[in-house]
């Protein structure tokens, strides 16, 4: 079963600051990845998606990288606000696990002004 | 609609009740997931349709649980003699492309059990 691990589980930082959240996986065979945001008392909101076949991809200050072989990806956020707190989920689409995407537990970030 | 739309968002019930979950799909998504996340974690695998049929189910927890798509647009989630166990928030999410596909979420239904 494809089992997706995040760390850091909670991250403080301040305004500004350039930051690196990590998602690896266990299973190298899959369709694609996605993050999302969280936040609290919500359902979760879709930032990007990579298929397997690519290598990053960007919107505005969000960059999210895949190194499938490794089976880690990276999301990284540049210049933080505080709007940015939430908690960040990676889920992994395997193509030997059916249909699911198969989630993490998340990084709970904090940004503060 | 223009996102999914999930009623109720929250949910009260005693032990030993049935309780419906209703998820509304982006318009023209044939692809369904259900998922359900509990306090801490991170949203689990329920069950996924592709138009009316159920394509995977492997994630519903036990015969308690069971979905419906009949149209192949609206789904219900469906829970007999709820458990304190059930209580979490269901989620439903939709999607253009069934197995590669971005997947978009809806604002979930928190269930109580009490």
């Known amino acids: 079963k494809q089992e997706v691990t995040q760390i850091p589980a909670a991250l403080s930082v301040p305004e500004g600051e350039n930051l690196v959240l990590n998602c690896s996986f266990t299973?190298?065979?899959?369709?694609?990845l996605q993050w999302f945001r969280q936040d609290p008392g919500k359902g979760l909101t879709s930032l990007l998606l990579?298929?397997?076949?690519?290598r990053e991809q960007t919107s505005g200050r969000l960059n999210a990288s895949l190194d499938k072989s490794s089976g880690r990806s990276t999301l990284y956020i540049a210049a933080s606000q505080p709007g940015d707190s939430a908690t960040y989920l990676c889920a992994v689409r395997g193509s030997n696990s059916g249909y699911a995407l198969n989630f993490g537990k998340g990084t709970s970030l904090l940004v503060t002004p | 609609g223009a996102g999914v739309s999930q009623t109720p968002s929250n949910k009260v019930t005693e032990k030993g009740k049935y309780v419906e979950l209703r998820c509304d799909p982006i318009s023209g998504h044939t692809a369904l997931y259900w998922y359900r996340q509990s306090l801490g974690q991170g949203p689990e695998f329920l069950i996924y349709?592709?138009?009316?049929?159920?394509?995977?189910d492997s994630g519903l927890p036990n015969d308690r649980f069971f979905a419906v798509r009949p149209e192949g647009s609206v789904s219900t989630l469906k829970i007999q003699r709820t458990e304190r166990g059930d209580s979490a928030v269901y989620l439903c999410?939709?999607?253009?492309?069934?197995?590669?596909?971005?997947?978009?979420f809806g604002e979930g239904s928190r269930l109580t059990v009490l």
């Open positions: 999410a939709s999607s253009l492309i069934p197995n590669t596909g971005e997947l978009f």
């Open positions: 349709f592709q138009g009316t049929g159920a394509a995977d």
């Open positions: 990579i298929q397997s076949s690519q």
């Open positions: 299973d190298s065979a899959i369709y694609n």
